[in-house]
Nanobody, 127 residues
Framework: QVQLVESGGGLVQAGGSLRLSCAAS????????MGWFRQAPGAEREFVAF????????YYGDSVKGRFTISRDNAKNTVYLQMNSLKPEDTAVYYC????????????????????WGKGTLVTVSL
């Protein structure tokens, strides 16, 4: 099983930027994908962004398109989430997640399909 270690997060003013990192260790397959979900207080967990390791294609939730960018460093087995133009509604615990079972070309990354989860890192955006 892949282990995930997150870093980054913190407090930022609205309009500011933050970068999250998530390093993976362990065995990965050709169907490996990695990315982020988030959960705001009192809300369900929400898909944020994912990257397919084999194709490099990226996928974003509607609420973050145009503001967040996910990228990967294959050599370091690390994924990054650059968050720009942050809004108070982006306040949430951000969870790194990974799956070894995402079909090539798929744009579907269900929570139930994730094999590994990070512990979560809190992002707070103030007015």
């Amino acid at each position: 099983q892949v282990q995930l270690v997150e870093s980054g997060g913190g407090l930022v003013q609205a309009g500011g930027s933050l970068r999250l990192s998530c390093a993976a260790s362990g065995r990965t397959s050709s169907r490996f994908a990695m990315g982020w979900f988030r959960q705001a207080p009192g809300a369900e967990r929400e898909f944020v962004a994912f990257v397919s390791w084999s194709s490099g294609r990226t996928y974003y939730g509607d609420s973050v398109k145009g503001r967040f960018t996910i990228s990967r460093d294959n050599a370091k087995n690390t994924v990054y989430l650059q968050m720009n133009s942050l809004k108070p509604e982006d306040t949430a615990v951000y969870y790194c997640a990974a799956s070894n079972n995402i079909p090539y070309g798929s744009d579907y990354f269900p929570e139930a399909g994730m094999d590994s989860w990070g512990k979560g890192t809190l992002v707070t955006v103030s007015l």
